[in-house]
């Protein structure tokens, strides 16, 4: 190291900028010199942040760029400082989802997966604000799946959804679930509202459907979900209700799942009023409810009037023998169902040995899962 260079590196902070007629005679080492004193000098005179000593450091700034040279260093520390900041992920507003806290992943391509994230009812303000258009874009319309499962979204988190998704989303979004959340019967009317945009599911009649579909003639699908997932989730009858009356309008709906979601008889009657005047249904979860006979006559009366329909699950609902053979009735005449899932019930050797003869007449069944209902060796001969 010369000695030039070692008294420029002792160089007081303090000392007053060169002009440009000394730095004009130094040649290139004394430049690059010169550079490196002035880095250290006003890295110290930021560390003072004295006005002063920010003024000389935009001379220098000034004289460096005047001779060619570079930038100088407090410039490039700012500047790094900034881009560092703005790559730093925000700390978001309590009660709202930052997507620079997500992975890359979640923000982009077709899916959209938070598992087991807490979202409170605020946590969704922001698909509807017309200031974060570009969030809404990324975090909305490039998703064909939207998968919120164990986020304790209660009601009125549902409602924001469904209306940030009615606003923005509902030309892309195809599969939307919810399974163990909390959005109550209030939630489940806001999102059954996706499956019939436009449609005013208080008011409306399953007996007024035509009159609604002629509305909507001409267009080829309303909008485009096609599966909804509500599994756990306190939907209740009242909640199947609002489903009812949403799936007999909907043209896309193909699979619906209410697994554990408290359907007794009521339910099973508003959503059996919806099935069988729908055509596009194809698979059907209703396991782990608590219907009883009147539930499963509902059921025996979809299976007959419905075409579409070709996977069922009705586990875990403690059906006994009768209950298994009004069911039976109903599947003597169906000819489009290919699955039925009736395990840990209650079926026992009678219902199965009507369940075995139905299986003669109808010859569009696949499978027939029984598993834990008690049948020994009296229901298989």
């Known amino acids: 190291m010369s000695a030039d260079e070692g008294d420029d590196r002792e160089h007081d902070p303090n000392h007053e900028p060169y002009?440009?007629?000394?730095?004009?005679?130094?040649?290139?080492?004394?430049?690059?010199?010169?550079?490196d004193n002035a880095e250290k000098e006003d890295?110290?005179?930021?560390r003072k942040g004295s006005k002063d000593s920010a003024n000389g450091s935009m001379t220098k700034e000034n004289n460096t760029a005047a001779n060619g040279g570079t930038s100088n260093g407090s410039g490039d520390v700012k500047n790094k400082g900034k881009q560092e900041q703005n790559e730093k992920p925000k700390a978001s507003k309590k009660g709202q989802l930052d997507k620079s806290m997500l992975p890359p992943n979640l923000c982009r391509g077709e899916s959209m997966n938070l598992w087991r994230q807490i979202l409170t009812n605020d946590s969704f303000k922001g698909i509807r604000k017309k200031k974060n258009k570009r969030v809404k874009e990324r975090a909305c319309l490039e998703q064909m799946v939207l998968r919120l499962r164990w986020c304790a979204i209660q009601s009125p988190g549902a409602k924001v959804l469904a209306d940030g998704l009615l606003n923005s989303c509902m030309a892309t979004l195809e599969i939307l679930d919810l399974m163990g959340n909390e959005i109550g019967v209030s939630g489940t009317r806001a999102i059954a509202g996706l499956l019939a945009p436009g449609i005013d599911l208080d008011s409306f009649q399953v007996t007024?459907?035509?009159?609604?579909?002629?509305?909507f003639e001409g267009r080829e699908r309303i909008g485009r979900l096609q599966s909804l997932n509500l599994s756990y989730n306190c939907t209740s009858d009242a909640g199947c209700g609002y489903l009812g009356k949403a799936i007999c309008i909907s043209n896309t709906i193909r699979r619906l799942s209410l697994e554990n979601c408290e359907i007794s008889d009521n339910g099973c009657k508003y959503l059996r009023r919806g099935i069988e005047r729908n055509n596009?249904?194809?698979h059907l979860n209703i396991a782990a409810n608590r219907f009883g006979d009147l539930g499963a006559r509902e059921i025996q009366t979809f299976l007959v009037r419905n075409n579409s329909l070709q996977k069922l699950d009705i586990s875990r609902n403690r059906l006994g023998a009768q209950r298994t053979m009004d069911i039976a009735k109903g599947l003597n005449v169906n000819h489009s169902l290919k699955t039925l899932r009736m395990n840990i019930n209650r079926t026992g050797a009678?219902?199965?040995?009507?369940?075995?003869?139905?299986?003669?007449?109808?010859h569009t069944l696949e499978e027939l899962e029984l598993s834990y209902n008690e049948i020994f060796n009296d229901g298989v001969q």
């Open 19 to 35: 002009d440009n007629d000394n730095k004009n005679n130094n040649n290139e080492n004394d430049n690059d010199n010169d550079n």
């Open 43 to 46: 890295k110290v005179r930021t």
């Open 208 to 215: 007024e459907v035509r009159s609604v579909l002629a509305g």
């Open 280 to 282: 596009t249904l194809t």
């Open 350 to 362: 009678r219902g199965a040995q009507v369940l075995a003869k139905m299986l003669i007449n109808n």
